[in-house]
């Protein structure tokens, strides 16, 4: 199994470190930011490092060649679909919520925001529309009482977006294919920026 890595920052070195540990061949790492804690990672374990010319696209010559899957890990640039047709299985991304809810930069803010009892994250297949692909892993997990964002993420969501993601590429490794089922868009909800937002 070829993967290119597409990350950033302490998420981006676990989910690097959790390749390593299965095995799979590390083809290339991208990067928004030649200056990010990925790219050093990978620097130091040897793996080609390159930067992306638009940091909120990834294009089809970032992928490395003879990939067959794109793994993202905390990136908030859209793979193009050149670049998912570069991969022979395409992509998939974490996300910390119950795909199709709380779609957007700010899933676990949104959680906490919307008082939200239970909380999950989701592995899904990259496509046009920005978490909007078919799932291939799901999993909840509940939230505690006055738990932060930050909290929440540390202690439950981002461990399991490691376990989620390794599920999957387990199963890619043995199958040759991803699992896929489509998101329900009756219960879609977006997370913007907390900023942005007018509540």
Sequence with gaps: MRITLIGSRHFGVTTLNMLRERGVDIARVVVHDREDRLAAAAQAAGIEIVVQADPRLVAAAEIAP???LIVTAHSHARVSRE???AARLGGIGYHPSLLPRHRGIAAVEWTIKEGDAIAGGSVYHLADRMDAGAIAAQEWVFVKKGETARELWERALAPLG???LAE?????KVHGSLPAKPQDEQFATLAPSV?????
Excluded: F, G, P
């Design 66 to 68: 003879r990939t067959d």
């Design 83 to 85: 670049a998912l047709a």
């Design 162 to 164: 490691q376990k989620l």
């Design 168 to 172: 999957v590429i387990d199963y890619a």
């Design 195 to 199: 900023s942005d937002a007018k509540h």
